[in-house]
Structure formats: C-alpha cells, structure tokens
C-alpha cells in the first residue's frame, strides 16, 4: 500500500516570505501526483497535478512543484506568499491495485501567513 | 456548471438514528468516493465506487454502508451512527477510476455531528 507523509504539520510564515512544504510518498509504480488545498471552511480544490513529463508543474496562484522520483518528494513552493494562502495543504497519491483505485492524503499542512 | 453536491452540508443528529448523506455529480463521471476528514488524521477514504453496481471498501469503512444504482449518485448511509463518527465528510467523482490523468472533484463537504 502506498502511504503520504508531509512534514509540516503547521507554517507560520509572514507575508512576502518563500514557502516551501514537503511531500514524500512511498509508492514505486507510475506516479501521479496532485496538492489541494482547503481554505478556512471550504471544500478541496485542485491547486496543481503532476501525470507524467516536466517534473517542475505549476499550478494557480502562483503555486508550483517539483517531482524528484529518487527523493519520492513532490514539494510545493511559492516565492511570495499572500495572506490570502492561509488554507490547509494536501498532497495525494493515487494508487491502482488489485482493481481498486484509492487517493491517500497526506496529513496536511495549516499554513498560516501573517499580515 | 459541472459540481459535486453534498446533502445536508450540516447536520446534527442522536447516536443510533438512521441517516444518508446524498452526493450527486453532473459529469457523468465513472468514479466516485467518500472521505471523512478529522484533525491530525487528513482525509481518508470511506468507500469508493468504480462504476454503477460496483463499489469497494477503502481505508475505514466501518460504519458505513453505501450504493451506487445510479452513475451520478452515491449516497453514504450510516445505519447506526455514534460520536466517534462525528467528522467533516467530503464526496468526491473523477471520469474513471484509472489512476492515470484523472483528476478528482469534490464536493463542498457534510459537517456530521453525532451526539
């Protein structure tokens, strides 16, 4: 079975500062790897997906991240974070096997940015 | 505009009372799920279903009990619900359940609070 782990469980950072938050996933077979991202009280949105080509992929609001196979690590950075980031992060993996298709979560991350 | 749509989005109810949680998509999407979030845990995944007639347990199904006669429905029933499942439930569809370029789409999400 696959499994997601995200390092940060919370991010306090200042507007302006750089972001970078850690995704590493332990499944060997062809990787397709998403982050979402949940702002205070909404629902899930896709926030960027890596299939296959570029491992650098970027995503909306200025997000992107990089898909580094011998790391297993697909980190999400953005070189200035808004206020408007605060929200819960997510990395997901999705993992075919035995018929079935599941999507496992990362933990999440609060990233918290103050004004 | 295509969605996911969960009913109720809040609701408060007594430990032992029947209750379904409705989830309908109008992107005649072949695969869908449902997740419960809970603090520190992230989103782990309830059941999913590949297509009409065929749905499988994911990580934590106890509990729960769902159907899949209709490809836009997928409603999540809990026969007998306690306090432990008091949780945030998200539904969710993607075009198939082949992990490959699917992305997945969620619904705005159940606030479930079991008393």
């Known amino acids: 079975a696959q499994s997601v782990s995200q390092h940060n469980h919370h991010v306090i950072l200042s507007e302006a500062a750089s972001l970078e938050l850690g995704c590493n996933y332990s499944?060997?077979?062809?990787?397709?790897l998403f982050w979402y991202v949940q702002y205070p009280g909404q629902h899930l949105q896709l926030l960027l997906k890596?299939?296959?080509?570029?491992?650098l992929v970027k995503g909306i609001k200025g997000f992107e991240a990089e898909f580094i196979k011998s790391k297993f690590s697909f980190n999400l950075r953005k070189p200035s974070v808004q206020w408007s980031d605060t929200a819960e992060y997510f990395c997901?993996?999705?993992?075919?096997?035995?018929?079935?298709?599941?999507?496992?979560f990362g933990k999440g991350t609060k990233l918290s940015v103050i004004p | 505009e295509a969605q996911v749509t969960q009913n109720p989005r809040y609701l408060i109810t007594v430990t032992g009372k029947k209750l379904t949680v409705t989830c309908s998509q109008n992107m005649n999407h072949e695969y869908m799920s449902w997740y419960r979030q809970d603090p520190g845990l992230g989103l782990r995944q309830i059941y999913y279903?590949?297509?009409?007639?065929?749905?499988d347990k994911g990580d934590v199904p106890e509990g729960y009990k769902v159907s899949r006669k209709e490809k836009r429905n997928f409603p999540l029933i809990l026969e007998s619900p306690s306090p432990n499942q008091t949780s945030l439930y998200f539904c969710?569809?993607?075009?198939?359940?082949?992990?490959?370029?699917?992305?997945?789409?969620f619904g705005e999400g159940s606030w479930l609070t079991v008393v």
């Open positions: 997901a993996v999705p993992y075919s096997g035995a018929g079935s298709y599941q999507l496992t």
């Open positions: 890596y299939f296959s080509g570029d491992p």
């Open positions: 499944y060997g077979g062809t990787v397709n």
């Open positions: 969710a569809s993607s075009p198939s359940g082949s992990p490959s370029g699917n992305t997945i789409y």
């Open positions: 279903s590949m297509n009409v007639e065929v749905t």
